[in-house]
């Protein structure tokens, strides 16, 4: 069964950016999301489509199932959207041997910027990026499922 295995962080300046190997925009929406399931219609430039049905609470480790869609077929999809298509600029940004996926928001999500490291590897706070700020493995409210449904969660202090 495939899982994923990610941590997420906010991203607290642009540190990153020297380190950018490659951009890519994203498009993806929500056909259905539920307290613990999920299927995501992704876009990205120059690929096809691709459908994707994550499983499990929202943890470090989830299954996700991935398919890919004509693109005719996944316009089509697209029109049963529920919430707001979120827009991103994935960064892949390597440190220290692992790659992260530095997503930048666009549209109503304009301003936040999230990391992600998917890796089994237990990676020591000490090394991980001067650039990574508050952990937010787990929060939902930052799972782009949520950022669909309900836009951007309230600041933490």
């Known amino acids: 069964m495939p899982t994923e295995s990610e941590r997420k962080f906010l991203v607290v300046d642009d540190g990153w ?3 950018t190997m490659e951009a890519s925009p994203i498009r993806q929406l929500y056909l259905f999301v539920g307290p613990d399931r999920s299927v995501r219609l992704r876009f990205r430039a120059d690929r096809t489509p ?3 049905f994550k499983f499990g609470a929202h943890a470090r480790n989830r299954q996700e199932y ?3 869609v004509p693109m005719e077929e996944a316009e089509e999809m697209a029109r ?6 979120i827009e991103k600029t994935r960064n892949l940004v390597r440190h220290r041997g692992y790659v992260y996926e530095v997503d930048e928001f666009s549209g109503a999500l304009a301003g936040l910027v999230v990391a992600e ?3 089994e590897d237990e990676v020591a706070d000490a090394d991980l990026p001067a650039w990574l700020g508050m952990e937010i493995t787990g929060n939902p409210a930052y799972y782009n499922a949520s950022l669909a449904l309900n836009g951007l969660p309230e600041p933490t202090l």
Not at 80 to 85: D, K, M, S, Y
């Open 80 to 85: 049963f959207a529920v919430g707001n298509v």
């Open 17 to 19: 950016r020297a380190e």
């Open 50 to 52: 691709m459908l994707a």
């Open 117 to 119: 490291l998917e890796t």
């Open 66 to 68: 991935e398919y890919p």
